[in-house]
T-cell receptor
Framework: AAGVIQSPRHLIKEKRETATLKCYPIPRHDTVYWYQQGPGQDPQFLISFYEKMQSDKGSIPDRFSAQQFSDYHSELNMSSLELGDSALYFC???????????FGPGTRLTVL | AQKVTQAQTEISVVEKEDVTLDCVYETRDTTYYLFWYKQPPSGELVFLIRRNSFDEQNEISGRYSWNFQKSTSSFNFTITASQVVDSAVYFCALTGGSESGYSTLTFGKGTMLLVSP
C-alpha cells in the first residue's frame, strides 16, 4: 500500500539559512499534518491543512510557513534557521480530520 | 487542555515476558479518539490502533491487546510474549472534538521498551 512520502530524508543547513520540506500524502487523503520531534521528545503538532486550507495551527514558529497545493502535496518552509530547529519533521495524512493519521518516514533536519 | 501521561519512561524485559504500557489521558471533550503508535530505532512512527470514546470494547490483535477504561481515563497496551523486535518507543496519543481541535494529535512522552534476548 502507498505510504506518505517525505523529501528529503536528511537535510543539513547552517544557521540563518532556509529549508523546504516536502510531503506527498497517501492517495485520496486530503488532510495533511506537520509535526516536529526534538531529540528524546514526543512529536509536537505544528500545522494542518484540509482541502488546501489551513485547518489547525499548533506551536509553529512565525519563521515557519506551510501550504498545501492543488495536488494535495504540502511544503513546510523554514527560514532563519536556528540550532534549536534541529529535529525530525514528520508529515502525516488522513482521509478525514478525525481519522487515523498515517505518518511519513520523517525528514531529519540538522542545523549547524 | 488535553493531556496524555505515560508514567513509565523506560521498561526492560526479557524475551517472552508479558509487558503492559500504561496511558492515562485528560480531556474535556465528550467525543475523542485514542491511539497507540510505535517508533522503532529507525525513527518512523507506525500506527497500531485507534479507538473512539464510545467504544470501550477491548481489542486483541495477535500478541497485542488494548484495555480502554473510560472510568479511569486509561488506555493501556499489553504485549504478550514479547520479542526483541518489539523494542521501540511507544506513544499513546489523543485527538479531540470541537474544544481541542479535531485534528490535533496530543502525544504522551512515550515509553521506551527494551526487550533483551
Amino acid at each position: 500500500a502507498a505510504g506518505v512520502i517525505q523529501s528529503p530524508r536528511h537535510l543539513i543547513k547552517e544557521k540563518r539559512e532556509t529549508a523546504t520540506l516536502k510531503c506527498y500524502p497517501i492517495p485520496r487523503h486530503d488532510t495533511v499534518y506537520w509535526y516536529q520531534q526534538g531529540p528524546g521528545q514526543d512529536p509536537q503538532f505544528l500545522i494542518s491543512f484540509y482541502e488546501k486550507m489551513q485547518s489547525d495551527k499548533g506551536s509553529i514558529p512565525d519563521r515557519f510557513s506551510a501550504q498545501q497545493f492543488s495536488d494535495y502535496h504540502s511544503e513546510l518552509n523554514m527560514s532563519s534557521l536556528e540550532l534549536g530547529d534541529s529535529a525530525l519533521y514528520f508529515c502525516a495524512s488522513s482521509p478525514e480530520a478525525t481519522d487515523t493519521q498515517y505518518f511519513g518516514p520523517g525528514t531529519r533536519l540538522t542545523v549547524l | 487542555a488535553q493531556k496524555v501521561t505515560q508514567a513509565q519512561t523506560e521498561i526492560s524485559v526479557v524475551e517472552k515476558e508479558d509487558v503492559t504500557l500504561d496511558c492515562v489521558y485528560e480531556t474535556r471533550d465528550t467525543t475523542y479518539y485514542l491511539f497507540w503508535y510505535k517508533q522503532p530505532p529507525s525513527g518512523e512512527l507506525v500506527f497500531l490502533i485507534r479507538r473512539n470514546s464510545f467504544d470501550e470494547q477491548n481489542e486483541i490483535s495477535g500478541r497485542y491487546s488494548w484495555n480502554f477504561q473510560k472510568s479511569t481515563s486509561s488506555f493501556n497496551f499489553t504485549i504478550t510474549a514479547s520479542q526483541v523486535v518489539d523494542s521501540a518507543v511507544y506513544f499513546c496519543a489523543l485527538t479531540g472534538g470541537s474544544e481541542s481541535g479535531y485534528s490535533t494529535l496530543t502525544f504522551g512522552k512515550g515509553t521506551m521498551l527494551l526487550v533483551s534476548p
